[in-house]
Antibody, heavy 119, light 107 residues
Framework: EVHLVQSGAEVKKPGATVKISCKVS????????IHWVQQAPGKGLEWMGL????????FYAEKFQGRVTITADTSTDTAYMELSSLRSEDTAVYYC????????????WGQGTLVTVSS | DIQMTQSPSSLSASVGDRVTITCRAS??????LNWYLQKPGKAPKLLIY???TLQSGVPSRFSGSGSGTDFTLTISSLQPEDFATYYC?????????FGQGTKVEIK
């Protein structure tokens, strides 16, 4: 059975950097892309970017380009999302999610990680 | 990035109603359109992919159609567990986009 387990909630000050992890199990890590999705309180889903764990290739949404870094560690079957220069608008739940290919949907999801940005 | 526009943003319906949600892409995306359902405090759940393929385990009252730029999600007979927010998503480009969501509420 596939599981994606994310790291716990974070509280950060404006201007800081947050790094969230997503530990996967139940499948071969390099077989699926890992995506990250942002959801601000009461708002919709915002696709942030993805990583191909097989070759570390990444794609990022224009909105987050330059502030987000998504990586994958094949030695621990863990993906990471790092978001820098945090501002209050980055207060959100962040989800990791998988897809079997660049055109396939997001089929498995983590439980979400709440990041609160507050001074 | 491709823009995805859903309509309506919200709707009120009764159990047993037929519900239709539309999603329009800013450019042709072929059939690379997915639909998700999300309930408060929960991760999204995949309903339909490649415009019309039902995800395993999803009830047959859900169906999807469309290609190119215009897509539709239909719930043939709304059930109590279907009251939620629905999102479309394109997986055509290398940078994906979600629609803004449609909240289905109880009338």
């Amino acid at each position: 059975e596939v599981h994606l387990v994310q790291s716990g909630a974070e509280v950060k000050k404006p201007g800081a950097t947050v790094k969230i992890s997503c530990k996967v199990s139940g499948y071969t890590f390099t077989d699926y892309y890992i995506h990250w999705v942002q959801q601000a309180p009461g708002k919709g889903l915002e696709w942030m970017g993805l990583v191909d764990p097989e070759d570390a290739e990444t794609f990022y949404a224009e909105k987050f380009q330059g502030r987000v870094t998504i990586t994958a560690d094949t030695s621990t079957d863990t993906a990471y999302m790092e978001l820098s220069s945090l501002r209050s608008e980055d207060t959100a739940v962040y989800y990791c999610t998988t897809s079997r290919g660049l055109t396939r949907p997001n089929d498995y999801w983590g439980q979400g990680t709440l990041v609160t940005v507050s001074s | 990035d491709i823009q995805m526009t859903q309509s309506p943003s919200s709707l009120s319906a009764s159990v047993g109603d037929r519900v239709t949600i539309t999603c329009r892409a800013s450019q042709s995306i072929g059939s690379y359109l997915n639909w998700y359902l999300q309930k408060p405090g929960k991760a999204p759940k995949l309903l339909i992919y490649i415009a019309s393929t039902l995800q395993s385990g999803v009830p047959s009252r859900f169906s999807g159609s469309g290609s190119g730029t215009d897509f539709t999600l239909t719930i043939s007979s709304l059930q109590p567990e279907d009251f939620a927010t629905y999102y479309c998503q394109e997986s055509y480009s290398s940078t994906w986009t979600f629609g803004q969501g449609t909240k289905v509420e109880i009338k």
